[in-house]
């Protein structure tokens, strides 16, 4: 990102390569909506071309790559004027029917746990996923999320917590 | 370590030995870090989604769009930047006072004048990229322009006189097509409203394409733009005119009337 900041505009193209997936995947959680989430990315890529010279090199690129996608994802919610509902029965990172690798697996079962994923809050969603499908460290998150590194810790544990609560609660409905 | 420190700790990067300590030490947190380092471990399992492949033709069209106009701004910027040099300082000025204001006066619900100005920023990008690819010399990339037209402001004359050329005088019917439908979100602009009606109207007449005779024949009816009604009645009359297009132009006079 430096070289893009410095001029080089094209080296853009090498972090579009490397990232236009995590952060589709990143707003498909959020949202649930492939065609906006492939409109978001769109966006971040042209933002981060826009204020490419915002870009400082002393700090994490994910962190600033990430607050990018926060504002793109907020400005979108603010133009549609609404709150972003998730269909809670089909959150997944994953399109079409699942498979069979989806039904019983480490003694969790994908389908519920999907379930339960789409009925997180979505700040507890949000966190997840940066950490855990976009493997970001807590000291990049803590950047992205405007908080203290401990905060973020407490928050994860706080939604893995709330995700492993809706899990069970949805295991005792299945099974009743 | 106590038992809440250590639950911030059960899915942390850098546990250490302190950690791990507590955990030899408390059956509740052995248990509980056990069942969620699963659950975590599982969130893995999910396959994940894969976008579809125009995202990438999309990214690629915008960076050469962007790339091309930056290269055909800037002679005019080494040009301009002596002659405008004590402009530039002024505005670069008048944008620190607007900012420095920004800050005294901030808490008054206005987004800060910063966020302000990069709004402004990505709208003149936009325009960049509208305008250089309706400059482009494929259609494809023409249409591309004028889909991007549809993402400034309304109020964009330069936008909307690039729009006004292309119905005019771009050679491919397409292009002129879709131009013609991107001129609608003009009409409804205070600034830009009488000029884009002036263009359809005074497009008719030009246009030889029954498709894109019918298109504006349309858009002059949903405006009741009763300026168009002498080339409509012309039309009419026109024994050599497309059927369809005499049809419509009959119909879109009774709509006016």
Known sequence: ?176 | MNCEQAKTQMLGENQGDDFAAHLASCDMCRSEASRIGALWQSLDLLPLDEPGGQVRERFYEMLGAYRQGMASAEPRKTRQLGQWGWQIAAAAALIAVGLALGYVVRGNGQPPAEVSQLREEVANMRQLVALSLMQQQSASERLKGVSWSYQVEPSDTEVLNALVTTVNHDPNVNVRLAAVDALRPFTGSPATHLAARNAVVQALPKETAPIVQVALIDFLAELKERNAAPELRRLVSDPDIDSGVRKRAEWALERMQ
């Open chain 1, 1 to 176: 990102m430096a070289e893009v900041s410095a001029g080089q505009v094209a080296r853009l193209a090498v972090l579009f390569e490397r990232y236009h997936r995590g952060l589709f995947r990143y707003f498909v959680s959020m949202n649930r909506d492939r065609e906006q989430a492939e409109d978001l990315v769109q966006e971040v890529f042209f933002r981060m071309l826009r204020y490419r010279t915002s870009y400082d090199p002393a700090h994490s690129f994910t962190a600033w790559m990430y607050q990018i996608a926060r504002n793109a994802g907020v400005d979108q919610v603010r133009k549609r004027g609404m709150a972003q509902v998730v269909d809670i029965d089909s959150f997944a990172l994953v399109s079409g029917s699942p498979g069979p690798e989806e039904s019983v697996s480490r003694g969790q079962d994908l389908a519920l746990l999907r379930r339960a994923m789409g009925q997180l809050p979505e700040d507890k969603r949000e966190i997840l996923v940066l950490s855990r499908f976009q493997g970001m460290k807590h000291e990049d998150i803590a950047e992205v999320l405007g908080c203290e590194v401990g905060t973020v810790k407490v928050r994860v544990y706080r939604a893995i917590r709330a995700l492993e609560q809706i899990y069970f609660s949805l295991e005792k409905e299945k099974v009743s």
